[in-house]
């Protein structure tokens, strides 16, 4: 079962934007989907987007639409997720995750595998 890695979190001005990555150990074609999900400070985590693996299908949380973008490699090693015109409300630790079947994408307990999260602070 591979790994996750999460990277590219950082700190960035409101209007700015961030690419995160979440490299798999061996592929994550191992997987039917992948999502990535954030936990602001005292609050739940909650599903920001997710991508099916196979038919490249994805999802994106209403309050992120229009404004991330989720995509794999041509390799099957890494899952990106393009953040732009971040705001402070999109201030937390950024967790991908891998599930071996599609399910709710929103539910976390769909997912098996968990990186260790990378920050992403939006400040001025």
Known sequence: QSQLVE?????VQ????LRLSCAASGTILDYLMVGWFRQ???KA?????CLSITGDAAMYADSVKGRFTISKDNAGKTVYLEMN???PEDTGIYYC????WLGRWTDEHEYTVWGQGTPVTVSS
């Open 7 to 11: 990277s590219g979190g950082g700190l």
């Open 14 to 17: 409101p209007g700015g934007s």
């Open 40 to 42: 602001a400070p005292g």
């Open 45 to 49: 985590r909650e599903g920001v987007s």
């Open 85 to 87: 015109s971040l705001q």
């Open 97 to 100: 995750a891998a599930s071996s």
